[in-house]
């Protein structure tokens, strides 16, 4: 039988267990191939599967990058969250890819840290399983999503998103703040209508975002100042 002719049945298969639900790759096929007929399993019982928790995507073939494509792909079609197995977890060696020039439309995905050395364009995005560092500003319509932290030395207005392989306890560092939407974990924030206006006028300082009882809340990041933090409101899913 050639790859084409495996469904999504006999390709993807789905286990439960006292963590959550796992998702079984059985066969080998092309990563799109796999992705789809994980898209098309949950769109035929969506009713069944609103609100559940996955534990695992477990395959033999796809790299932790891949996998997290899948991830990001399926929380933003459906209503489900990802759990990190924190006692799976293992430090392993990763290299570290630096960028000296990002240019508008670039994408790079990468199996270890990014380090931009200058802004991400408009139109530019980054995708690894470790941290992303920008030595620049994060421009609005950039992209930039991470397994681990996001830590920007100038500004971000574009889309952040840390922690996107489930882990809530992730963190995004910026010299000022100013997204219109940010991500950690399954936690989606979006800011106030009226903060575009007090963006011009809103002091330059490192800010800390970071997941509280279950919403993102914006602190300074200056140890003498920690007071007054701001909380993004939450966005309707």
Request: hydrophobic share 40%; net charge negative; with cysteine.
């Amino acid at each position: 039988m050639s790859l084409k002719e495996v469904s999504a049945s006999e390709l993807v298969e789905f286990k439960g267990n006292k963590k959550g639900i796992v998702v079984n790759i059985k066969k080998v096929a092309p990563f799109d191939v796999v992705k789809d007929s994980i898209i098309n399993r949950l769109e035929e019982y969506v009713g069944f599967f609103n609100g559940a928790k996955i534990c695992e995507i477990n395959c033999d073939y796809l790299s932790d990058i891949q996998i997290m494509i899948i991830k990001e792909e399926l929380t933003s079609r459906f209503d489900i969250e990802f759990t990190e197995d924190q006692e799976k977890k293992q430090l392993g060696l990763f290299d570290t890819k630096y960028v000296d020039n990002l240019r508008s439309g670039e994408n790079i995905v990468y199996d270890g840290d990014i380090v931009v050395m200058q802004d991400m364009n408009p139109g530019s995005q980054l995708t690894s399983i470790r941290d992303i560092v920008i030595m620049g500003n994060i421009s609005a319509g950039a992209r930039a999503i991470a397994a681990g932290n996001i830590i920007v030395m100038g500004k971000i207005e574009g889309f952040v998103h840390a922690g996107a392989s489930g882990n809530d306890r992730a963190y995004i560092v910026g010299n000022c703040l100013c997204p219109k939407v940010l991500q950690i974990a399954d936690n989606i924030a979006e800011a106030p209508d009226d903060d575009e206006s007090n963006q011009e006028i809103k002091e330059i300082s490192p800010e800390i975002a970071f997941v509280s009882e279950g919403r993102i809340v914006i602190e300074s990041y200056l140890p003498k100042n920690i007071k007054g933090a701001s909380v993004f409101v939450p966005a309707s899913l």
